[in-house]
């Protein structure tokens, strides 16, 4: 699923926020049936977790805490510390170099799923898998379907019904500070991990809001969405072609979708995880292009084929 700071702020119409609230709540159904023992969210941070200090391609949390950014959840996740060890240890033995970190920290885009999905974040034991989807150099695609097809082996092992996510994307620019371009103060943020003081975090959303105003009525700098786009790579999913993304590169989904269509990478993984063990299905299939949050928003539940 997609995630968006702006479904917790003002700006939104009530007309969007109703229909991607009913697929959630249908999504929502589709795991309460499944009732999961063990979640596994693959995510991006958007520099509240991770810095330019260190920016690893792929981490896995043995412990982590939401940060409470946009409205979500703050406080320690349920991570089972043996379990999410044993992943990494597996996941490196599978010949792809992940991190771990025994005190991550995750945003939004961890949070906001777990809270949509069941109500509470801490609600059941989860593992968070963060995937660098935002601060360039990037690693090609072909290594981010290596590391969910890593994932999706060891997983088996547990003899447990696990419930995979990812989240993010598809196509959208928000205004995302570079090491490029950011200024001063940002620039000790996204380097450093500066902590913001609540009136830099409340500055933050009103620019993030004023920007989704000015992009929904078709002025503002940032790069327009790309529906055919998303498509394209929704069909790509439902159709179990999934190795056809390692001929992207990553200078051409920018050019495509922006420079945040990079959280693709979470889907990837999540949908290498289910297909290393044979065909799926996808059952829920949702897609709005929405400007009202810089995003083309959508929602794929998906099982794997009897």
Same mark, same amino acid.
């Given at each position: 699923?997609?995630?968006?700071?702006?479904?917790?702020?003002?700006? /939104?119409?009530?007309?969007?926020?109703?229909?991607?609230?009913?697929?959630?709540?249908?999504?929502?159904?589709?795991?309460?049936?499944?009732? /999961?023992e063990?979640?596994?969210?693959?995510a /991006?941070?958007?520099?509240?977790?991770?810095?330019y200090?260190?920016?690893? /391609?792929?981490?896995?949390g043995?412990?982590?805490?939401?940060?409470?950014?946009?409205?979500?959840?703050?406080?320690?996740?349920?991570?089972?510390?043996?379990?999410?060890?044993?992943?990494?240890?597996?996941?490196?033995?599978?010949?792809?170099?992940?991190?771990?970190?025994?005190?991550?920290?995750?945003?939004?885009?961890?949070?906001?799923?777990?809270?949509?999905?069941?109500?509470?974040?801490?609600?059941?034991?989860?593992?968070?898998?963060?995937?660098?989807?935002?601060?360039?150099?990037?690693?090609?695609?072909r290594?981010?379907?290596?590391?969910?097809?890593?994932?999706?082996?060891?997983?088996?092992?547990?003899?447990?019904?696990?419930?995979?996510?990812?989240?993010?994307?598809?196509?959208?620019?928000?205004?995302?500070?570079?090491?490029?371009?950011?200024?001063?103060?940002?620039?000790?943020?996204?380097?450093?991990?500066?902590?913001?003081?609540?009136?830099?975090?409340?500055?933050?959303?009103?620019?993030?809001?004023?920007?989704?105003?000015?992009?929904?009525?078709?002025?503002?700098?940032?790069?327009?969405?790309?529906?055919?786009?998303?498509?394209?790579?929704? &069909?790509?999913?439902?159709?179990?072609?999934?190795?056809?993304?390692?001929?992207?590169?990553?200078t051409?989904?920018?050019? &495509?979708?922006?420079?945040?269509?990079?959280?693709?990478?979470?889907?990837?993984?999540?949908?290498?995880?289910?297909?290393?063990?044979?065909?799926?299905?996808?059952?829920?299939?949702?897609?709005?292009?929405?400007?009202?949050?810089?995003?083309?928003?959508?929602?794929?539940?998906?099982?794997?084929?009897?």
């Open positions: 699923m997609s995630h968006s700071p702006l479904l917790n702020l003002p700006g /939104p119409s009530q007309d969007l926020l109703d229909e991607i609230g009913s697929e959630l709540a249908t999504a929502r159904d589709f795991v309460t049936a499944f009732d /999961p063990l979640v596994v969210i693959f /991006p941070d958007h520099y509240n977790g991770f810095f200090r260190t920016m690893p /391609p792929f981490c896995i043995t412990a982590a805490t939401g940060v409470g950014d946009y409205g979500t959840y703050a406080g320690p996740l349920n991570v089972p510390a043996d379990i999410a060890t044993d992943c990494a240890r597996a996941v490196l033995e599978s010949g792809v170099d992940v991190a771990i970190s025994a005190s991550m920290d995750v945003d939004h885009g961890t949070v906001q799923p777990l809270q949509k999905l069941f109500g509470d974040a801490t609600a059941r034991p989860v593992i968070p898998i963060f995937i660098n989807s935002v601060a360039t150099p990037l690693g090609p695609l290594r981010v379907r290596a590391l969910g097809a890593a994932v999706g082996t060891y997983l088996a092992t547990l003899g447990q019904r696990v419930l995979i996510i990812g989240s993010g994307g598809l196509s959208h620019d928000p205004p995302v500070p570079t090491l490029a371009t950011a200024p001063p103060a940002a620039l000790g943020r996204i380097v450093n991990g500066n902590p913001m003081s609540p009136e830099q975090r409340q500055a933050r959303q009103v620019a993030v809001m004023e920007a989704a105003r000015e992009f929904a009525e078709g002025t503002g700098p940032l790069q327009p969405l790309n529906p055919e786009w998303d498509h394209a790579f929704l &069909e790509l999913l439902d159709s179990n072609r999934l190795p056809e993304v390692d001929a992207w590169s990553n051409w989904i920018e050019q &495509e979708a922006g420079h945040s269509a990079h959280e693709i990478r979470t889907w990837v993984a999540a949908f290498a995880a289910i297909a290393t063990h044979g065909r799926y299905e996808t059952r829920q299939r949702f897609y709005r292009a929405a400007p009202e949050l810089i995003a083309g928003f959508a929602v794929r539940t998906a099982v794997l084929n009897p």
